[in-house]
């Protein structure tokens, strides 16, 4: 399978030791990604990560997900449903514990157009 992972500009790969991003990966702008996490595909599809993520360490990100902008990914957690602009998930299964406002006039394009 060719790789035709896209990333933005300014993505930060912290402390980047056992790090697993699928080779069909979409990821944004000002993306930062700690240790030891994993951004996986499968039968349904791969993540589309959008812009100002933090995924902090050992956390998994599987199938075709959506990350919102300025979504906060907690430490260890199992991410398998999208999580919504601005806000923070923890545990497995997930759950989202902070809603933050996004930017005014903010409203995502639609899967198709950023995840092709």
Same mark, same amino acid.
């Given at each position: 399978?060719?790789?035709?992972?896209?990333?933005?500009?300014?993505?930060?790969?912290?402390?980047?030791?056992?790090?697993?991003?699928?080779?069909? =990966?979409? #990821? /944004?702008?000002?993306?930062? %990604?700690?240790?030891? !996490?994993?951004? &996986?595909?499968?039968?349904? +599809?791969? @993540?589309?990560?959008?812009?100002?993520?933090?995924?902090?360490?050992?956390?998994?990100?599987?199938?075709?997900?959506?990350?919102?902008?300025? =979504?906060? #990914? /907690?430490?260890?957690?199992? %991410?398998?449903?999208? !999580?919504?602009? &601005?806000?923070?998930?923890? +545990?497995? @299964?997930?759950?989202?514990?902070?809603?933050?406002?996004?930017?005014?006039?903010?409203?995502?394009?639609?899967?198709?157009?950023?995840?092709?």
């Amino acid at each position: 399978m060719p790789v035709n992972l896209r990333v933005g500009p300014a993505f930060k790969l912290a402390h980047g030791f056992g790090v697993v991003i699928n080779g069909q =990966a979409t #990821i /944004g702008s000002n993306v930062t %990604v700690m240790q030891g !996490v994993t951004i &996986g595909g499968s039968a349904r +599809g791969v @993540p589309c990560i959008e812009d100002d993520v933090m995924i902090c360490a050992n956390a998994t990100v599987i199938g075709a997900v959506r990350l919102g902008r300025g =979504a906060v #990914i /907690g430490a260890g957690c199992v %991410v398998t449903k999208d !999580v919504p602009a &601005g806000a923070t998930v923890i +545990g497995n @299964p997930q759950r989202v514990i902070v809603r933050r406002s996004v930017p005014r006039g903010y409203h995502p394009a639609p899967l198709e157009v950023i995840c092709k």
